[in-house]
């Protein structure tokens, strides 16, 4: 018997095979997870986040040619369906934020000053305009890189390259600001 690929889920699913859709979706709930609670900050919220796209994911389905990696596709539709819920919810200043991997890379354990850093840093990307915010989190959260993160935002590479300029200039001195010099890591580069 040959193991199933994820292109023969995903056909399936969209045929209308519930077992195969179930299966893509246990395959794949916690990316949809992760991505909803980076955007949302709040894991009740990441989990209707959640929810919200396995309900219209076998509708999506349909919709899926295959142009661009199924995780990338996935990205995108989750990320979607956080700002549609953000824009509802508007709860931007309720945010439960844990440390995100990514925003000190030199240390395996954060120290409280990393954490705080890394919680004012989450704090300040929220505050950049949506393009931008986007292109930081799937550059530096997902560890994407510019080519990952444009398939997954839909745009062009340099355009995520242009975003992250932006974002660095933008955060450098609300980081600065604070404290002093800049950290290698959190974002400001």
């Not at 995108?76 to 700002?83: G, L, W």
């Not at 844990?98 to 990393?114: I, K």
């Not at 955060?171 to 404290?179: G, I, S």
Request: aromatic share 8%; charged share 30%.
């Amino acid at each position: 018997m040959e193991p199933v690929t994820n292109d023969h889920l995903i056909k399936q699913a969209a045929a209308g095979d519930a077992e195969a859709f179930a299966r893509l979706i246990e395959e794949h709930y916690m990316l949809i997870y992760k991505i909803a609670y980076k955007w949302c900050g709040r894991r009740e919220d990441a989990e209707d986040i959640a929810q919200e796209v396995c309900i219209k994911l076998p509708e999506k389905l349909a919709g899926y040619r295959g142009d661009a990696k199924f995780t990338s596709w996935l990205y995108r539709i989750t990320i979607n369906a956080a700002k549609d819920y953000g824009r509802t919810r508007s709860r931007v200043n309720q945010r439960e934020v844990a440390f995100v991997d990514g925003f000190d890379a030199a240390s395996d354990e954060p120290g409280p000053e990393q954490k705080v850093i890394a919680l004012e840093a989450y704090q300040h990307i929220h505050t950049l305009p949506e393009g931008i915010r986007d292109a930081v989190l799937l550059v530096f959260s997902e560890d994407m890189n510019h080519k990952q993160a444009a398939e997954a935002l839909g745009c062009a590479e340099t355009t995520v390259s242009w975003r992250i300029f932006q974002a660095r200039k933008l955060l450098k001195p609300l980081l600065t600001e604070r404290h002093g010099k800049t950290r290698k890591g959190a974002y400001a580069g």
